[in-house]
């Protein structure tokens, strides 16, 4: 953890020498209004919750206040488009997951945005694990007991996600092929009510993220079977991946990224960098990000662009493979 603290404290120290003069945009020393920052989700979720966090202590620290704007739909294609086609001078941002830059490229042909040329990458604030998770009475704790209890009966399991060509089944559909099991998709309008029938026993199984499951896991209605991620998280440390459980190289989680319209001015763009690597290293704010099942992890705008680079090739072959759509 202090190497992890060390690490920030020097890529913000890089940063703000990169934005030591002042960013200015057309009209002047950036900002000079406030910002607005678009999140593609209804309100009261857990990005919505994150991005408001987020863009209040950035206000503070660019002394401008930051307007939440939630534009839900499509799959984050409202407010993605809306963001790709504003003014960039940075005072129109995105917070989304990794839903807008590399799921949706993989299961819809028409979009109204890049996932790429359209964006200018700011940097990365949090993770959260997808985990695969058993309804209580469920005969299976681990990974080895699900395999053999869904291949002893082909067709009989079933698993839910929160929508169909949304991470959750993205990340089942990678296991369940590398497992070579044979289980029936069902597609839920959101995370809440296919949590609601797991704990209810109208469903086995179910993935979703560990931040939407972590209230239910503490209290005993549900199990974890593993998280989907490289590595074990943080807020359920007990809980093994998929890689340790015998299946290396399976990884996804879920990330929440930053993003400006493509275009915007090297000054503005090291501004925000700077000013989001900021919150992130903040206690008080980290605090609060881990309280709504998110892991702190700030990482850099290129890194950004390289990680929706290796995972587009990734999705789509996963789509293909598994037939995934939209609908």
Not at 30 to 51: M, Q, S
């Amino acid at each position: 953890m202090n190497r992890k603290k060390l690490l920030l404290s020097a890529v913000i120290c890089a940063l703000g020498a990169a934005a030591w003069a002042p960013a200015m945009a057309q009209d002047g020393p950036f900002p000079a209004k406030p910002i607005t920052l678009v999140i593609p989700f209804p309100p009261g979720g857990a990005t919505d919750v994150l991005g408001r966090l987020i863009g209040k202590k950035m206000g503070d620290l660019l002394g401008q206040s930051v307007v939440i704007d939630n534009r839900a739909g499509a799959g984050t294609t409202i407010g993605a488009s809306a963001v790709a086609k504003a003014a960039p001078d940075g005072y129109t941002l995105l917070m989304s997951s990794g839903t807008t830059f590399t799921v949706n490229p993989a299961v819809r042909p028409k979009l109204p945005y890049d996932p790429v040329k359209s964006f200018e990458p700011i940097g990365i604030a949090g993770r959260t694990s997808l985990i695969l998770l058993a309804n209580k009475d469920v005969p299976a704790a681990d990974v080895k007991q699900f395999v053999a209890l869904v291949k002893a009966a082909p067709d009989k399991y079933s698993y839910g996600s929160f929508g169909a060509g949304t991470t959750s089944q993205f990340a089942g559909e990678m296991f369940f092929h590398a497992a070579a099991l044979k289980i029936q998709h069902v597609p839920y309008k959101g995370s809440a009510p296919a949590m609601t029938d797991l704990m209810g026993g109208q469903i086995p199984f179910t993935v979703d993220t560990v931040s939407a499951a972590l209230p239910q896991l503490k209290d005993g209605k549900i199990k974890a079977i593993a998280v989907t991620a490289g590595k074990r998280s943080a807020l359920l440390p007990k809980v093994p991946t998929l890689a340790e459980s015998g299946y290396p190289g399976l990884e996804m989680d879920t990330w929440l990224a930053m993003v400006a319209p493509r275009g915007l001015p090297p000054a503005v763009k090291s501004r925000l960098e700077l000013t989001l690597a900021q919150v992130v290293s903040d206690p008080d704010t980290r605090d609060k990000m881990i309280a709504v099942g998110f892991e702190p992890a700030y990482a850099s705008s290129k890194a950004v662009a390289e990680l929706i680079d290796k995972e587009l090739p990734l999705m789509r072959a996963i789509a293909q493979r598994a037939s995934i759509t939209a609908d």
